[in-house]
């Protein structure tokens, strides 16, 4: 097929039309009507001035066509993708430069949108979709910023010194699928002029401290009102205090990061100027009583993003909906940080290595519960140790890993004390930090069997941070086994619902099998069990959970393949041992027994 690049027949007013491919320009005063209603002739007098002085010439520069403007608005149409952008970008640099000395709610501020695509001619007006979704990128930009389409971002990439973030694929209003979006940063070299939030002289560049460190930058409020200020700051501040818990990370305090509220910011800027390696950012938008606030993870040296979450939640008690988001956004960091600082760690010289980059070394190889695999941790753990005896977090992993070499490497005496020693040690050095505390009480309740303390372990550790998910994750199983149901259940829900693909994940899946079962709910308890074989296929114990709830499904052949892989993967595997490490609460146990019985699984 041909595309037409002719005459068109127009359905918009029955005579004939043109279609061509051009790039698209939408832009529209952020809070236009708050500013008519509290001063309405100045703010005539102004956007007039400022379209005379700065909007127009700009386009005229560039060689684009004002289609059409409304009051707060107007729809510009360029030749090129990449004079349209640089329009938009000179255009938001040069409001900058005005409103730098403007009270923030008396400031004219634009929200762009850049998008390329067909168009359809008609009587000087332009129409189609190529229009829409400019106008629609328009409306989810911020104040001061540019959003353009993906087919954009093509067009200008390589072209032009333009810094872009991903906001990933979005759905915009009537534009039938979603389309993957970037925002565009202007630079000093792109816009040709100083950005409002430089100084004539660069702050000097700071060091980075020796963990993790992070800076959370006040969320942008997109919806024109500042009563939206104060939920976005209140719940930033949040957000700083609760990360600030976490004990291997560097937070930098409100005071420092709130010096960058309602300027335009270059990242890697931002973290040479607060010496932090990861910088947070984010966004709220109120629609009447629905609330959309996303959130941005960013390494600050090469820009990369390691998180982005879009939160929709109705606006009724704005305290719970604070914590909700604020434990939703820490319980993901937290784990993408971890995965990051290993990444990091794995392109270090091995000879530059320090008792904090032993540790991030060994936590891959202790995430499998596999006790060949966690073995590969211990000299490197114990290395950490000689540089730092008291090193907590240290001492958590060992408890692990000979907690898993005892388990399921031959039930040695030698590795449960071992694994007891360093549980014991990491509880003891170990009380402000969330996840040294989880990982020993898992220890202490499975090797040591002290169901108190451990309980109390998992209560500090929540205490410290209710988001964390090693606390939440480790705890579920003692619960599951305790016949604590519900709120095993309610946390193994929530750990997978923060960090949905950590490899941790195995047991809170453990945790929703032992618990549905035990409440009789086998389709759910089989389906857990399958989630814990995917994470974790060589770990037997998930697979034996599925036996289990497939035999009371009914479902005999399926249940016999489960229990065949169980003792593929581990032929010393007996009801009579597994109760010897795992078993609680009797009822909760003899249920699993009888099923286990049922299937063939050696006494």
Request: overall charge negative.
């Amino acid at each position: 097929m041909i595309a037409d690049c002719g005459p068109y027949e127009g359905v918009l007013t029955g005579e004939r039309a043109q279609r061509r491919l051009a790039a698209i320009l939408a832009a529209d005063v952020a809070g236009y009507s708050r500013l008519m209603g509290a001063a309405e002739e100045d703010t005539l007098t102004r956007l007039k001035a400022v379209r005379k002085t700065l909007v127009d010439p700009k386009i005229g520069e560039h060689r684009g066509r004002i289609v059409k403007t409304t009051g707060d608005g107007m729809l510009v149409e360029f030749a090129s993708a990449v004079d349209a952008a640089r329009c938009a970008a000179e255009v938001q640099c040069g409001m900058a430069v005005q409103n730098n000395d403007v009270p923030k709610d008396q400031r004219i501020e634009f929200r762009i949108g850049v998008h390329v695509g067909d168009i359809i001619i008609d009587d000087n007006d332009i129409f189609g979709d190529g229009v829409n979704i400019a106008a629609r990128l328009e409306g989810i930009s911020e104040p001061g910023g540019i959003c353009i389409s993906d087919d954009a971002h093509r067009q200008i990439r390589g072209k032009v010194d333009f810094a872009f973030d991903d906001l990933g694929s979005q759905e915009l209003k009537n534009i039938a699928a979603p389309m993957r979006i970037w925002r565009m940063r202007h630079t000093d070299k792109a816009a040709g002029a100083e950005p409002a939030n430089h100084s004539s002289e660069p702050r000097p560049m700071l060091a980075l401290p020796d963990k993790p460190s992070i800076a959370v930058l006040p969320f942008q409020n997109m919806s024109g009102d500042l009563e939206q200020d104060y939920f976005a700051d209140g719940m930033v501040e949040d957000i700083i205090t609760a990360l600030s818990r976490v004990k291997w990370f560097f937070v930098i305090a409100r005071n420092s990061s709130f010096a960058y509220k309602g300027k335009h910011v270059d990242i890697r800027q931002v973290g040479r100027e607060l010496g932090v390696r990861y910088v947070l950012e984010g966004s709220v938008r109120r629609a009447g009583s629905h609330i959309r606030i996303t959130g941005q993870l960013i390494e600050a040296e090469t820009g990369v993003h390691l998180w982005a979450e879009r939160y929709d939640r109705s606006l009724n008690d704005i305290f719970a909906l604070q914590d909700e988001i604020t434990m939703s956004v820490v319980g993901s960091i937290e784990p993408n940080l971890r995965k990051a600082e290993i990444e990091r760690v794995k392109r270090r010289r091995p000879d530059s290595l320090d008792a904090y980059d032993l540790f991030l070394r060994a936590l891959p190889i202790i995430y499998t519960p596999m006790p060949n695999e966690t073995a590969e941790a211990i000299p490197l753990l114990k290395k950490a140790l000689e540089f730092e005896p008291s090193y907590a977090s240290a001492q958590a992993a060992l408890a692990w890993c000979f907690h898993h070499r005892f388990a399921r490497g031959g039930l040695r005496e030698e590795d449960r004390a071992a694994a007891i020693r360093y549980a014991r040690g990491a509880a003891t050095h170990g009380g402000d930090d969330a996840t040294t505390l989880a990982i020993a009480g898992f220890v202490i309740w499975m090797d040591e069997r002290d169901d108190v303390a451990a309980l109390k372990l998992f209560d500090r550790a929540l205490a410290l941070s209710n988001s964390n998910i090693f606390a939440l994750a480790c705890s579920t199983v003692p619960l599951a086994w305790m016949g604590k149901t519900e709120l095993a259940i309610e946390r193994a829900q929530r750990a997978l619902r923060l960090s949905p693909f950590d490899p941790l994940n195995f047991l809170p899946n453990c945790a929703l099998a032992i618990a549905y079962f035990h409440a009789e709910r086998y389709v759910e308890a089989a389906d857990a069990a399958r989630s814990a074989t995917e994470s974790t296929p060589r770990f037997s114990y998930p697979h034996a959970y599925l036996a289990a709830a497939l035999v009371r499904l009914g479902r005999g052949e399926e249940a016999r393949i489960a229990a065949q892989r169980v003792l593929a993967l581990q032929p010393t595997f007996s009801v009579r041992e597994l109760s010897a490490i795992v078993g609680r609460e009797p009822a909760v146990f003899s249920a699993f027994a009888e099923a286990w019985r049922e299937v063939g699984l050696p006494e």
